[in-house]
């Protein structure tokens, strides 16, 4: 079984400035690593993933996220956040392909809050 | 294209009341998850659908919820004798293949059992 813990639920930054969202999980088995974000009364969006490779990954708008196998994490950061994204960040773990077949089940933390402030 | 849609976006019911919540996944995705988000938690893993394989039904929380779905098409999730801890937001989501971990997320519907 897995579990996802995100250590803050709510982080408050000015614009402009550096951001580090927490996530820690928990596994007895190699997992596969994503940050999805839902912005107000939007669904849920992929952010980012890690599947394998490059422990750092990166998204299209300025996020990355490094894959720290020793300490179990995959903080989300930003250098310089923007009004725009403000929004709940959710971290998740789902278990690799096995057997041939591919089980995509995600197991969430419980979501991060990020309110950037002009 | 079209995404992940879910009807209603919002339902109120009483105590007791049967409910069903609706799911339309994005044509041509074989996989088709249900989640539940109850306020100031993480998702919550229900019910998975893949093809025409059997679904895994293990997150469902108990024999009140149950959920169909037709090939690779609409899947239904049906909560009966609806209590209040069954309020929450569910989430479908869908997947284009076996192997890609990429899920597709509707906008939830909200659930208030009064």
């Known amino acids: 079984a897995q579990s996802v813990t995100q250590l803050d639920s709510q982080v408050p930054v000015f614009e402009e400035a550096p951001v580090e969202l927490r996530c820690n999980y928990s596994s007895s088995v190699s997992v596969y690593l994503f940050w999805y974000v839902q912005y107000p009364n939007q669904g849920l969006q992929l952010l980012l993933k890690?599947?394998?490779?490059?422990?750092l990954v990166e998204s299209i708008n300025g996020f990355e996220a490094e894959f720290n196998k020793s300490q179990t994490s995959f903080h989300l950061r930003k250098p310089s956040v923007h009004i725009s994204d403000t929004a709940e960040y959710f971290c998740a773990v789902s278990p690799p392909n096995a057997g041939g077949t591919s089980y995509g089940k995600l197991t969430f933390g419980q979501g991060t809050i990020l309110t950037v402030h002009p | 294209g079209a995404g992940v849609s879910q009807s209603p976006s919002n339902k109120v019911t009483e105590k007791g009341k049967d409910v069903e919540l609706r799911c339309d996944p994005i044509s041509g995705h074989t996989a088709l998850y249900w989640y539940r988000q109850r306020l100031g938690q993480g998702l919550e893993f229900l019910i998975y659908f893949q093809g025409n394989s059997a679904p895994d039904k293990s997150g469902l929380p108990s024999d009140r919820f149950s959920a169909e779905r037709t090939g690779e098409s609409v899947s239904t999730l049906t909560i009966q004798r609806t209590q209040q801890e069954d309020s929450a937001v569910y989430l479908c989501?869908?997947?284009?293949?076996?192997?890609?971990?990429?899920?597709?997320f509707g906008p939830g519907t909200r659930l208030t059992v009064t």
């Open positions: 890690y599947l394998s490779g490059s422990t």
């Open positions: 989501a869908s997947s284009r293949r076996t192997g890609a971990h990429e899920q597709y």
